[in-house]
């Protein structure tokens, strides 16, 4: 069994795109160690993530990244369990997309990153997963 979580972020302060690179080569070593893996977007100074590996890594994980300084309005979209990953050959995939991107998104004509701290509604699902899922589905983005 994998824990998984997704959780969308604000970036608290500017991150170049050298200082993302940076970022992800330490957590690419750290997750592979620990037997994460996951994808990470990168849109207009927020973070969508998806994480997935033991449980027992997972947790302590999401605590530290709630807790780091360059995430503000850290907000857990999903979490559970699956016998299966999603992004078992990834550790840690990334994407940097743009607004005109979004505007490719099956149902996100007019997405703003704003929508990705709106509060969950039970009709509809949440645009940081619409997110995710077209980048695992390899639409558009």
């Known amino acids: 069994m994998f824990k ?3 959780y969308v972020s604000r970036q608290s302060f500017i991150l170049t795109d050298e200082d993302i690179s940076n970022l992800l080569i330490t957590c690419r070593t ?16 927020t973070f969508v993530q998806f994480l997935e ?10 605590a530290t990244i709630s807790k780091d300084k360059r995430h503000q309005d850290v907000i857990l979209l ?9 992004f078992e ?15 490719k ?13 709106k509060g969950k509604d039970p009709n509809t699902e949440h645009p940081g997963l ?3 899922k077209s ?5 558009h983005i």
């Open 30 to 45: 750290k997750n592979t160690r620990n037997e994460i893996t996951g994808m990470l977007i990168y849109f207009d100074g």
């Open 130 to 132: 619409l997110l995710i």
């Open 105 to 117: 998104l099956i149902g996100q004509k007019d997405f703003k990153k704003e929508d990705l701290f």
């Open 78 to 86: 999903i979490d559970g369990v699956s016998d299966k990953r999603v």
């Open 53 to 62: 590996g033991p449980k027992e890594n997972i947790e302590p994980l999401f």
């Open 89 to 103: 050959d990834w550790s840690m995939a990334y994407k940097k997309i743009t607004q005109a991107e979004t505007a």
């Open 4 to 6: 998984y979580i997704a």
């Open 135 to 139: 980048f695992v589905n390899n639409l």
